[in-house]
């Protein structure tokens, strides 16, 4: 069973950056795609980015790519994500989420099997 625990979220001003870990388990680590998650009160969870075990595939959110960007280090089995020029509208509770290679969409919160507890990311504007 993966175990992810996500770390770095903080109160921070418009057009700033934030970058955000997700420490999982070893043992399963490699065997799982990677992606991130945001929950903004009364929305629904939005996909933001996800990568592959050999980070050779990444995706994002097309409102994010040009902003936000995911990158894992195997070794010390975390993933991050790095978000700059932050808007008051990215404030959201940010999960991180481990899906199996056979996940039919990595943007579908249903393909993911683990999930951290959140991380609290605020912009003030």
């Known amino acids: 069973q993966v175990q992810l625990v996500e770390s770095g979220g903080r109160l921070v001003q418009a057009g700033g950056s934030l970058r955000l870990s997700c420490a999982a388990s070893?043992?399963?680590?490699?065997?799982?795609?990677m992606g991130w998650f945001r929950q903004a009160p009364g929305k629904e969870r939005e996909f933001v980015s996800a990568?592959?075990?050999?980070?050779?595939?990444?995706y994002y959110a097309d409102s994010l790519k040009d902003r936000f960007t995911i990158s894992r280090n195997n070794a010390k089995t975390t993933v991050y994500l790095q978000m700059n020029s932050l808007k008051p509208e990215d404030t959201a509770v940010y999960y991180c989420?481990?899906?199996?290679?056979?996940?039919?969409?990595?943007?579908?919160?249903?393909?993911?099997?683990?999930w951290g507890q959140g991380t609290q990311v605020t912009v003030s504007s």
């Open positions: 990568i592959t075990w050999n980070s050779e595939n990444v």
């Open positions: 070893r043992c399963t680590f490699s065997s799982y795609i």
């Open positions: 989420a481990a899906a199996m290679t056979s996940a039919r969409s990595v943007s579908w919160p249903g393909s993911y099997d683990y």
